[in-house]
């Protein structure tokens, strides 16, 4: 057994002691006859406080050793409950039951102070990134996997329907070969910061404002409905989309309507 499992048997040890002195006294307050025993030698014992001089400690009474350890200052209030308490006929299961039940109480109303109130969770859950709610590639297979075995059916050809599907376009975009002309907007940002998308026709004249505010670091994406701010529908043709970066950055891309 090393230093640091003796040091936790020590712990557990003192723990252990301190729940049967606490469960002693905590099942000597649930008999309501020995309560009111105990209610009056505590008046008793307040009375003859007033003369406590000429009074003997009544741990010398029942020739118990009156050595305490350094700091402990015993009163005879103190040790009149505390042998009051230890005359009563209660089994050690009892007390010991009793006072982990109260133990356990308190124990889950401070981890319950520790969460925060329920408007507190819905401020934190409302800070949280969008990427940590997103799926794993693993759950993203996994879901792939059971759409797969929910349309098998034995003894015929069953076509794959896993896999990716990439386009064309999608493949020369990437290349940097074509123009993403799509009304996806997506741009990068590095601190927090003010940005604002607009839409622009060919003639610089405003046609719908998509976004405006504060934004956080990491990568953004909008998509226009390819409306104006009135909700009519844009007819065919080019427009430019301009996304305001605090006061300095900006990032301007072209979008076509068919």
């Known amino acids: 057994m090393n230093r640091s499992q003796k040091i936790w048997h020590l712990i557990l040890?003192?723990?252990?002691n301190l729940i049967c002195i606490n469960s002693i006294i905590y099942s000597y307050n649930q008999d309501r006859g020995v309560i009111a025993h105990w209610n009056q030698s505590i008046a008793d014992l307040t009375i003859n406080r007033q003369d406590t001089a000429n009074t003997k400690p009544l741990y010398e009474d029942e020739g118990l050793q009156s050595e305490y350890p350094m700091g402990y200052f015993p009163t005879q209030l103190q040790d009149s409950i505390y042998f009051q308490a230890k005359r009563l006929k209660i089994p050690v299961s009892v007390r010991l039951h009793n006072d982990l039940k109260?133990?356990?109480?308190?124990?889950n109303v401070i981890q319950n102070f520790g969460k925060g109130n329920s408007w507190q969770i819905v401020l934190d859950n409302l800070a949280l990134r969008p990427?940590?709610?997103?799926?794993s590639p693993v759950?993203?297979?996994?879901?792939?996997?059971?759409?797969?075995?929910?349309?098998?059916?034995?003894?015929?050809?069953?076509?794959?329907?896993s896999g990716f599907s990439i386009s064309p376009q999608q493949?020369?975009?990437f290349l940097g070969i074509l123009e993403d002309v799509s009304p996806e907007i997506k741009f990068d940002l590095d601190y927090t910061e003010e940005v604002e998308i607009v839409i622009y026709s060919l003639q610089a004249?405003?046609?719908?404002?998509?976004?405006?505010?504060?934004?956080n670091p990491g990568t953004h994406k909008f998509i226009w409905n390819l409306r104006d701010d009135r909700g009519?529908?844009?007819?065919?043709?080019?427009?430019i989309a301009e996304v305001r970066i605090g006061k300095s950055k900006f990032y301007r891309k072209r979008i076509n309507i068919p």
């Open 205 to 215: 004249t405003v046609v719908a404002n998509i976004f405006k505010g504060i934004r």
């Open 102 to 107: 109260r133990f356990s109480d308190n124990y």
């Open 171 to 173: 493949i020369g975009i």
């Open 13 to 16: 040890l003192v723990a252990i």
């Open 131 to 135: 990427d940590i709610l997103a799926p």
């Open 139 to 161: 759950e993203i297979v996994n879901r792939q996997v059971m759409i797969d075995n929910a349309f098998y059916v034995p003894f015929l050809p069953n076509r794959i329907n």
């Open 232 to 239: 009519r529908p844009m007819p065919s043709g080019d427009y």
